[in-house]
């Protein structure tokens, strides 16, 4: 109840302001221009602070949607809401193509390509007959709702009003739902999720083409507020302004869109006004004071401001995460058919792979068999890690082949191997650690799910979602992580984390789990609890292959080793017969020959 | 189009891509060394040009109070670094630096803003009160950041971008401001009649460009620069300090800028804001050459020069679409020559 008091109140003085008539006119006027800035900054939290592309080109978009329906209106006598979803569908077609061009760049290049676009379709708004070149279009009529004219700012506000909460909820349903998931992998982890089928790269388009549409919203609003366009406020000085409010508020909070763009407008007015009596010239000094004071929130504040309020506000009125128990009740999901036991699900053949003049991988050969579990062991360096890449398509193989039952999947992408029922874990922990271990391992079910970016926004895939989170805690509860669904994953300790990837792969339902060092880190118990695990999904008809460096685990655990050294294949065979191969004690422990005489411990304690 | 006029644009062409050459190189260097995308860069232009424009006409420039605020702003920041840290021992250099020096150039610009000196004497006094605001502003903004990810850097860049814009245009005025010409007259190379000055700047692009060349070929600083840039870590390991490589890499930027700015300002008029889209145009030759490869961006600058010329002869109102759009199938074109990479964070 404490938690909800703010967003209450918030809402009621949203909506009570413009009814009393003692407010003034200029508030109305501010706030106006704060939702409308909301709009285009939502967008941005969703881009740059979630799914980590910068955009600085923003308003542009703003400048598509406002001479849209400026241009439809006025020239075409067009209404104002079927102008709306033509700039729609143009903004569309524009980020779609933009997007196209510039999201399969690295980091940097994207903000540098989103300045370079912004300024050119700023020049193309002041240098078109059409649009009425560096004066703009003037003489648009306002909306008429119900047949209301909102040409008052006082009745604009509720549409502008309505809209912006429209977003707010939009996107923080989004976030929450199956592209949520993938969108908040977009950042930090995704060669991750493209390892469980997220398509990341139309991810991304999408996110680009979400926040165009919401600035192209604003754009609309603004139009018809202004009842006249000009280039002016879509330049680049604009689309600057708008990352600066998504920064300000907090970029990876929703309400720090809204938090952002008041504070940036509200200051900006209030030192337009401040300065000129304080320093006696009418001189630019907002842009001075605004600059200065964003480099200092970044050198103090790299997340903004909302985290630290909520923070204030969660100190104040403590309350317990409201702990949303995956409805029990939901069915269960469709499990993919099981290949007949003993029958061959992986064969690697002649798999080589040079890095240069490096030979990583020498054409090594070896197959796992459905319900059996291989292990993959060697010495470090061996090359275990980069078959491993080359079997899920991480990296392309140099030569030979890889067959996922029957069916050639070298030279496939990661994403399709996943699709084909391969899962995996990762060497080094890829989770995502602000998320809880419920959503880590709802990731994996990528795939088992259809709810698009749509469905998401809409929150109308509510029973397929609650089937992914249902099969992600059945998963967890089976490798022993029931009662830590719903704390972040950065809070589990390393071995944990380890066990929590296991079970978004699960997630994934698999036919062949390829466990990158399952048991490192983790203590005698939870080795016992693994290996537990482990050979029931064996009992299951489910083929696994691990790397493992615990070799008591390994022989106790496997029913075939596969030893690499120096990236050939140096024997294979039966936990037993392999302690046995002097060949591989030899690549373990040393020569027999060699200086430093060993008494050669069979069963090695080398890890 | 005729010859003559084909001749007239290339020769214009030429001289702002030369510019444009210079301002790439200087992005390129400092991205390399500090990851930062410097788009302050083209106030450095801004502030060069005006400074100089200002001591010609006789007045002090009121970059020398800048250079004051900035110096005091170090030494603040210097103080609260040495009681939290306990380390004393850099501070007299700070304070003759940032104190002292300012002071000194304070005091000097009015007594050459007044004489009538000679043009060299004004271009290296203005000099002296622009480049050292390229190492105080790396002390002050971006240091602090020095581990940030790229994308927080280029916040900041946008941020002094958005600071320093607003200080010129309160020092400088709206107004714009032309210098007198570096050589007079004109040379005739057989084929076309080129300005003394259009040679001038080329000439002048092409020793810096043969001077930054043997600067990171052949001494100990260049070199430590370079392997900054090949590896921060690894370079910081064998001694080189990022602070040190940061000053240096973004005094050499706002020298780079600076000198740019002056080359520029005898042929095209110089506002408080024109260094901005300048500035622009060198990034997108930087971003042809892939922000890595120094003759790859030399060559693009040449290009958008050219382009640049051309277009304004042809469609003189869609020049900045024009090139501005350049830039997109040039990112195409990389986009599908490269693997796409993975954010780094």
Known sequence: MMRRLPLALFLLALAVLPLWPGTPEFWITQLNYIGLASLVVLGLVLLTGVGGLTSFGQAAFVGIGAYATAWLTTQQAWSPWLALPAGLAVTALVAWALGAVTLRLSGHYLPLGTIAWCLSLFYLFGNLDLLGKHDGIAGIEPIRLFGVSLASGRHIYYLIWALALLAVWATRNLLDSRPGRAIRALRNGAGMAESFGVDTGAYKIAIFIYAALLACVSGWLYAHMQRAVSPSPFGLNYGIEYLFMAVVGGAAHVWGALLGSALVLTLKDQIQNLLPRLLDTSANFEMIVFGVLLVVLLQHARDGLWPILAGWWARIAPHADAQREPPAGAPALPRRARPEPGAAVLEVAGLRKEFGGLVAVRDIGFAVRAGEIVGLIGPNGAGKSTTFNLVTGVTPATRGSVRFMGRRIDGLSAREIARLGVGRTFQHVQLLPGMSVLENAALGAHLRGRAGIVAGALHAERASEAQLLNEAAIQLRRVGLGDHLHEPAGSLPLGRQRILEIARALAADPVLLLLDEPAAGLRYREKQDLARVLSQLRDEGMSLLLVEHDMDFVMRLTDHLVVMDFGAKLAEGPPAAIQADPAVLQAYLGGIDDDLPLTAPAAGGAS | ?345
């Open chain 2, 1 to 345: 189009m005729d010859t003559t006029i084909a001749l007239i644009l290339a020769q214009d062409g030429i001289v702002n891509g030369a510019i444009y050459a210079l301002l790439g190189l200087a992005l390129v260097l400092v991205f390399a060394v500090t990851r930062v995308i410097f788009i302050p860069q083209g106030e450095f232009v801004a502030f060069g040009a005006l400074t100089l424009a200002m001591l010609v006409d006789g007045r002090t420039p009121a970059t020398a109070w800048l250079l004051v605020l900035a110096g005091a702003a170090v030494v603040l920041m210097e103080l609260a670094r040495a009681r939290r840290t306990g380390l004393w021992r850099g501070l007299p250099r700070t304070l003759l630096a940032c104190v002292a020096l300012p002071f000194f150039l304070l005091w000097l610009a009015p007594r050459v803003a007044g004489a009538g000196a000679p043009l060299w004497v004004n271009v290296l006094t203005a000099l002296a009160l622009v480049v050292p605001l390229g190492p105080m502003l790396y002390r002050v903004a971006y240091q602090p950041l020095a581990e940030a990810s790229v994308l927080v850097l280029l916040i900041v860049s946008v941020a002094v971008h958005f600071a320093l814009t607003g200080i010129a245009l309160a020092f400088f005025g709206a107004e714009g401001w032309r210098t007198p010409a570096f050589v007079e007259g004109s040379v005739d190379l057989g084929f076309a009649v080129w300005s003394g000055q259009s040679l001038f700047v080329v000439g002048t692009c092409a020793a810096l460009i043969a001077a930054l060349w043997l600067f990171f070929g052949r001494t100990l600083y260049g070199k430590a620069l370079r392997a900054t840039a090949v590896n921060r870590r690894g370079a910081r390991l064998v001694g080189i300090s990022t602070g040190m490589s940061g000053s240096l890499t973004f005094g050499l930027a706002a020298l780079i800028g600076a000198l740019s700015g002056m080359l520029i300002a005898p042929v095209t008029t110089i506002y408080y804001d024109t260094g901005f889209l300048i500035g622009l145009k060198g990034f997108v030759a930087a971003i042809v050459g892939g922000l890595a490869s120094y003759p790859a961006a030399a060559a693009g600058a040449l290009l958008v020069g050219l382009l640049e010329a051309f277009a304004s002869f042809w469609a003189s109102a869609y020049k900045e679409v024009i090139v501005f759009t350049l830039i997109i199938p040039v990112l195409l074109w990389r986009s599908l020559s490269s693997r796409p990479a993975e954010d780094e964070e």
